[in-house]
């Protein structure tokens, strides 16, 4: 059996659960407590706010964790970062009121700056050379400013919105972070198992995502055209059809490229392009 620690609510929570949910991993969401357990899978689930993650994971409370690197960053957790997730991407930031006639990092000597990130943000200072006094505030920090109780503030900017909603601009950003996978850095044999056959699941999950399966038939002649607007993960499969000079081609494409290079591929002659969900990407 191996523990996970993840947000019990907030931006990953419900990331965290669709990770595990499409790794296979049944989590009965309804009955959530404190503690849940996974039906089909060695694996218990503790549901924490996101800023006891790093600590719980580095004390063996529980033996891994997701959460952000903003926080991981902050405790100074020993922890081992396992991988990175790719999803709940934002910045730590500095931003100011937007009048305040910011002129450079300067700006912040003899400030004080508000924020739930003091280990982050006086690294930072120190760094920088800035001398500037830290207010810690658990929450709620972007009204810091217009509450009169801090010139600045330094905090998780994702979107943007909650900036803008409270008159401030940002002018310095400073972490960037992401979701990641932690582990407790001495576990047992037997728990390290679990997690690389989870980590075997979470890897093709993640693989897949922004990718799409791709088929077509192609003009024989164009096949090596085709192939390098089409690089697979090993190489595309190309196979002759009955109709002669026509072959079907099929790979695997960036959502993010898709329509680009469909038009490639349209002009070199390509038809019948069907564009298909991916699930799992096992390399
Ligand atoms: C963060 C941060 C801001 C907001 C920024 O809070 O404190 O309030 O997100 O996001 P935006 O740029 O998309 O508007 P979060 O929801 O992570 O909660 P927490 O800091 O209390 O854990
Ligand atoms: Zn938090």
Known sequence: MIRIAIQSKGRLNEESLALLRDAGVKIDDQKRKFLGRAANYPLEVLYLRDDDIPEVVADGSADIGIVGLNEVAEKGADVDIVRHLGFGG??????????AGYNGLQWFNGKIIATSYPGVLKKFLSEQGIQASVRVIMGSVEIAPAAGIADAIFDIVSSG?????????????????????IANPSLSDEKRAILDSLLFRTDAVIDSRGKKYILMNI???????????????????????????????????????LWDKVEKLKALGAEGILVLQLDKVIE
Do not use: F, Y
């Open 161 to 181: 919105g909650t900036l803008v909603s409270n008159g401030l601009v940002e002018v310095e950003s400073v972490l960037k972070s992401e979701a990641v996978l």
């Open 219 to 257: 003009p024989s002649d164009k096949v090596d055209e085709v192939l390098q607007i089409l690089p697979a993960m090993r190489s595309p499969t190309v196979m002759p059809l009955a109709a002669e000079g026509w072959c079907s081609l099929h790979s695997v494409v960036k959502e993010d490229e």
């Open 90 to 99: 934002c910045r730590l930031s500095l931003a100011v009121p937007k009048d």
